[in-house]
């Protein structure tokens, strides 16, 4: 079985012969390749250009031998697209002019990404090229509730409170934004699949600042409207994402994804009580594992893959959330070795 047939595989719950691995935010400040070309060009330069993009796309593939490759793009180049003033630099994303009342909103506008996002699916077409299918490639977005939350906040938030707030004090402006986002959203990551991508991935990095009922009426139905959006067919899976989701785990499962990405602060095998039996579960080791001296990684990386095996149903192997900057490289690859050494029983 070829690397990528296990990993769409195990997206799509069919058993594998090898448990698949990939790590997400692949290309960051960990490798010293990817510094090098970030040392030559702006972050969002390198985003806008294709030919970097995929050089970057690929170093986790060559350098560590995962499974799969997730593009080299930003969740928020969408927002720019819609009208927003982005900054995107290592101090973190700010946009100098967030969303403050239902007029601003009116005047974002739902962009074409053929047009003023065109080199995000051409990067995805020579990064398919590059790869000539030795692993599948990942496309993704951030889901309508995170992207509403930077747009209005402005920055990075603890709290959230001004979208919170802002969303949830008027149905008729939340279903503005969250609507709008959901449309640009979905020609976006149409664009992406047509363009070559195996598969996409949505990201709501910030869906743990919203309670159960609050994520109801502002982030799951959003999520579900982009999925059933999406041009694809039963060999192009979609995964969500989120971030302290162990009481929101049922209703990502509820969007229509096939896999759901779980974070360290659940077990797999009570997540997967929460998600059913149909739906693979993505994860879920701390990140800061990869710190740890060999023995102390690789125990406790088994731990997880023995925590999917009591579980049951698909499971891909990956991190509780992106890999840190100034992580060992050799503890990346060391834990791809302990990944794919792994053999489920069956």
């Not at 047509?194 to 959003?222: C, H, K, M, N, T």
Request: with cysteine.
């Amino acid at each position: 079985m070829s690397q990528a047939d296990r990993f769409l595989n195990a997206c799509r719950g069919l058993p594998v012969d090898r448990t698949p691995i990939w790590i997400m935010r692949q290309a960051g400040r960990y490798l010293p390749e990817y510094r090098a070309v970030r040392g030559k060009v702006p972050f969002l330069t390198l985003c806008k250009t294709p030919d970097l993009a995929a050089e970057v796309t690929l170093q986790p593939v060559n350098i560590l031998g995962v499974d799969a490759a997730i593009l080299f793009s930003d969740i928020l180049l969408v927002c720019e697209a819609m009208g927003m003033e982005l900054i995107l630099e290592d101090q973190g994303p700010q946009f100098p002019s967030p969303l403050k009342s239902r007029a601003d909103v009116d005047q974002l506008h739902v962009p074409d990404p053929e047009t003023e996002l065109a080199f995000v699916p051409e990067a995805v077409r020579r990064i398919r090229r590059a790869l000539d299918g030795r692993v599948p490639l990942i496309g993704f977005c951030g889901a309508p509730w995170t992207l509403a939350a930077y747009m209005i906040e402005g920055k990075t938030s603890r709290s959230f409170e001004k979208a919170k707030a802002m969303l949830l004090a008027d149905d008729a402006l939340a279903e503005a934004l969250l609507g709008k986002l959901s449309a640009a959203l979905i020609l976006y990551l149409n664009a992406q699949l047509a363009a070559g991508a195996q598969a996409v991935q949505i990201f709501d990095s910030w869906a743990g600042a919203l309670g159960p009922e609050d994520y109801a009426r502002l982030g799951a139905p959003y999520i579900a409207r982009v999925i059933r959006g999406l041009k694809r067919d039963s060999n192009q899976p979609v995964i969500v994402f989120g971030v302290e989701t162990g009481e929101l785990l049922s209703q990502l499962a509820g969007t229509g994804a096939g896999v759901v990405g779980v974070d360290w602060r659940v077990p797999l095998d009570q997540a997967r009580g929460r998600v059913g039996p149909t739906v693979t579960l993505q994860g879920n080791l701390d990140p800061t594992s990869l710190f740890l001296p060999r023995a102390r990684l690789e125990q406790r990386a088994r731990r997880v893959l023995e925590q999917a095996d009591l579980a049951g149903g698909g499971h891909i192997f990956n991190l509780g959330h992106g890999i840190l900057p100034g992580t060992p490289v050799e503890a990346a690859q060391a834990l791809v070795e302990v990944v794919h050494a792994h053999s489920p029983a069956r």
